[in-house]
């Protein structure tokens, strides 16, 4: 969830007291806010095109929380600043891409608006960060530079990875930003396995971390993680080895983890090129992250302290009445899955 100011709270939500001490008739009022409001980024995809769809209202949509329909108090469209972590893949199968994924990641640099900040970093076994957060291009530039033509003869632990760059995504400086951890990837990973982590995971941590923590993690984090996959002649190869050989001792045991998943769960989007529009999709990928609209609803059950609270959304009738032709099958919802109290 973003902070909203008192004042934008107060004028959304119209919930708060006034109490003065019963015991000191000269005692300072004091202003009690007994309302809280939920903020979350959405975006209604066509499924074919992968354009936004719009204008949307508040009628366009149902909000729920763990299956209570709630009020939606605020729905705008929001260009906001964004605070990227660019993570390169660096293992064996995405060598042959790394350099235009790189070339790309560059290009894009200059389509970035100047309040934007962003990081970079490179994933393997474990990650590394390149350049931590900052507005300067020129050293984002370098930072990029490097990370393409770096190689690492190591495993992907994808929920390891996972895991550690939402450490480096909540240092982000800008206010109100919104957070994205751009993988830039094959969309391959590993079995985090002890065979496979003696072999080609000599740079892990002593204990990795699994699908559900990292997911935790992730969603704690409010940061959306999105994904560019390019597959290289190597990344099919090992597809295809591992649908037509046996399952090996490098296969067993534990979840490889899935970009996908990651992407589903807390709003972010998957989208594939190829050499000759990775730059295209590229961009295409961080505007579609930063026009979004944010929604605001005000929680009508009070929840626990800690307690993670699922959120769903659907189209509403009306929404299909303003779109004709669009049919639920040809849509994606991208939102986050939820969020903790």
């Known amino acids: 969830?973003?902070?909203?100011?008192?004042?934008?709270?107060?004028?959304?939500?119209?919930?708060?007291?006034?109490?003065?001490?019963?015991?000191?008739?000269?005692?300072?009022?004091?202003?009690?806010?007994?309302?809280?409001?939920?903020?979350?980024?959405?975006?209604?995809?066509?499924?074919?095109?992968?354009?936004?769809?719009?204008?949307?209202?508040?009628?366009?949509?149902?909000?729920?929380?763990?299956?209570?329909?709630?009020?939606?108090?605020?729905?705008?469209?929001?260009?906001?600043?964004?605070?990227?972590?660019?993570?390169?893949?660096?293992?064996?199968?995405?060598?042959?891409?790394?350099?235009?994924?790189?070339?790309?990641?560059?290009?894009?640099?200059?389509?970035?608006?100047?309040?934007?900040?962003?990081?970079?970093?490179?994933?393997?076994?474990?990650?590394?960060?390149?350049?931590?957060?900052?507005?300067?291009?020129?050293?984002?530039?370098?930072?990029?530079?490097?990370?393409?033509?770096?190689?690492?003869?190591?495993?992907?632990?994808?929920?390891?990875?996972?895991?550690?760059?939402?450490?480096?995504?909540?240092?982000?400086?800008?206010?109100?930003?919104?957070?994205?951890?751009?993988?830039?990837?094959?969309?391959?990973?590993?079995t985090p396995n002890p065979a496979m982590k003696k072999i080609f995971g000599k740079s892990a941590p002593e204990r990795l971390h699994t699908e559900p923590e990292a997911m935790n993690a992730l969603l704690r984090s409010g940061a959306a993680a999105s994904a560019l996959i390019q597959r290289s002649a190597l990344s099919d190869l090992d597809t295809a080895t591992r649908i037509l050989l046996p399952v090996g001792p490098m296969h067993l045991g534990g979840d490889p983890g899935d970009i996908r998943k990651y992407a589903e769960r807390s709003g972010g989007i998957i989208l594939h090129s190829n050499n000759q529009d990775v730059a295209v999709r590229m961009a295409e990928l961080i505007d579609e992250m930063r026009s979004r609209y944010t929604l605001g609803y005000h929680p009508s059950a009070t929840q626990p302290d800690g307690k993670f609270c699922r959120i769903t959304l659907e189209p509403t009738p009306h929404f299909y009445s303003t779109h004709p032709g669009l049919t639920p099958k040809m849509l994606i919802l991208h939102s986050k899955s939820g969020y903790f109290r």
């Open 1 to 190: 969830m973003r902070l909203v100011s008192i004042a934008a709270l107060l004028l959304l939500l119209g919930s708060y007291t006034v109490v003065r001490a019963q015991d000191s008739p000269d005692t300072a009022p004091i202003l009690r806010l007994n309302a809280s409001l939920v903020l979350t980024d959405v975006l209604v995809e066509d499924r074919a095109t992968h354009q936004a769809v719009g204008p949307l209202t508040a009628e366009d949509l149902i909000v729920r929380e763990d299956g209570v329909a709630q009020q939606i108090q605020y729905l705008t469209r929001d260009t906001l600043p964004l605070s990227i972590v660019f993570l390169f893949d660096l293992t064996e199968t995405v060598q042959p891409v790394l350099k235009p994924l790189g070339a790309s990641a560059r290009t894009v640099l200059d389509q970035l608006r100047p309040q934007d900040e962003a990081a970079v970093m490179v994933f393997y076994s474990t990650t590394k960060l390149l350049q931590p957060f900052t507005l300067d291009h020129a050293l984002l530039a370098q930072a990029i530079e490097k990370a393409s033509t770096t190689s690492a003869s190591e495993a992907t632990f994808l929920n390891e990875d996972v895991f550690q760059a939402t450490d480096v995504v909540r240092q982000a400086t800008v206010p109100d930003s919104r957070r994205v951890l751009l993988f830039l990837t094959d969309g391959t990973s590993n």
